[in-house]
C-alpha cells in the first residue's frame, strides 16, 4: 500500500519550506508525529488533517483522497472552472459582436450622410440633402473602425485563450 497522504505532507511541507520541527509547531504537535505521517506509520486525526489543509492552502480532499493529484483533480472545482469558462466565452462573444456592431452602425451613418438619397413613395420622390455632421473628418473614420477591430481583436483573443485553456 502507498502513502499518499504521507507523500503529500512531505511534497507540501517541502513546498511551503518548513522543517519537520516548524510543521509541528503550526499543528501543535511533535515532530515525531510529523515524522511518523510522512512516513506511513500513523494518520494524521482529523483535527490535523483540516490544520495541514488550512496551512498548505490545499483541500481535506486533496490530502485524503489518492487519486487526486492536486485541487483541480476534484470534481467540484473541475465543474467549477469548466462554468467560469463557459461563462468567459459567453461575455468575450457578446462584448465582441457589441463592438462591431457599433463600429458598423457608425459606417452606415457615414455612407448613410455621405450620399443624396430619394425615396420613391408612390406619390412622389422625396429628396434629402446629404448630412454631413462629421464633415468626413478622419477621426470620425478612425473611431468607427475601432470598436469593429476592437471585437475583431476580441474574437481572435478568445480563439486563441481557448486553446490555451483546452491544454
Same mark, same amino acid.
Given at each position: 500500500?502507498?502513502?499518499?497522504?504521507?507523500?503529500?505532507?512531505?511534497?507540501?511541507?517541502?513546498?511551503? #519550506?518548513?522543517?519537520?520541527?516548524?510543521?509541528?509547531?503550526?499543528?501543535?504537535?511533535?515532530?515525531?508525529?510529523?515524522?511518523?505521517?510522512?512516513? #506511513?506509520?500513523?494518520?494524521? /486525526? @482529523?483535527?490535523?488533517?483540516?490544520?495541514?489543509?488550512?496551512?498548505?492552502?490545499?483541500?481535506? /480532499?486533496?490530502?485524503?483522497?489518492?487519486?487526486?493529484?492536486? /485541487?483541480? /483533480?476534484?470534481?467540484?472545482?473541475?465543474?467549477?472552472?469548466?462554468?467560469?469558462?463557459?461563462?468567459?466565452?459567453?461575455?468575450?462573444?457578446?462584448?465582441?459582436?457589441?463592438?462591431?456592431?457599433?463600429?458598423?452602425l457608425g459606417v452606415c451613418v457615414l455612407l448613410f450622410s455621405s450620399t443624396?438619397?430619394?425615396?420613391?413613395?408612390?406619390?412622389?420622390?422625396?429628396?434629402?440633402?446629404?448630412?454631413?455632421?462629421?464633415?468626413?473628418?478622419?477621426?470620425?473614420?478612425?473611431?468607427?473602425?475601432?470598436?469593429?477591430? @476592437?471585437?475583431?481583436?476580441?474574437?481572435?483573443?478568445?480563439?486563441?485563450?481557448?486553446?490555451?485553456?483546452?491544454?
Open positions: 500500500m502507498t502513502n499518499m497522504l504521507g507523500d503529500k505532507i512531505h511534497h507540501l511541507r517541502k513546498v511551503k #519550506g518548513l522543517s519537520q520541527e516548524e510543521l509541528a509547531s503550526q499543528l501543535t504537535v511533535s515532530r515525531q508525529a510529523i515524522s511518523k505521517w510522512e512516513l #506511513g506509520e500513523s494518520v494524521p /486525526d @482529523t483535527e490535523n488533517v483540516v490544520q495541514l489543509s488550512k496551512t498548505f492552502n490545499v483541500s481535506t /480532499d486533496y490530502l485524503l483522497n489518492d487519486e487526486y493529484e492536486g /485541487d483541480k /483533480d476534484i470534481p467540484a472545482v473541475k465543474l467549477s472552472s469548466e462554468n467560469i469558462k463557459a461563462k468567459y466565452r459567453k461575455v468575450i462573444k457578446r462584448i465582441s459582436i457589441l463592438l462591431i456592431s457599433t463600429g458598423m443624396n438619397t430619394t425615396f420613391s413613395a408612390g406619390i412622389g420622390n422625396i429628396e434629402f440633402e446629404p448630412y454631413t455632421p462629421f464633415n468626413y473628418d478622419p477621426v470620425f473614420y478612425v473611431l468607427c473602425c475601432v470598436p469593429i477591430l @476592437t471585437g475583431i481583436i476580441l474574437l481572435l483573443y478568445k480563439s486563441i485563450t481557448l486553446k490555451a485553456f483546452k491544454q
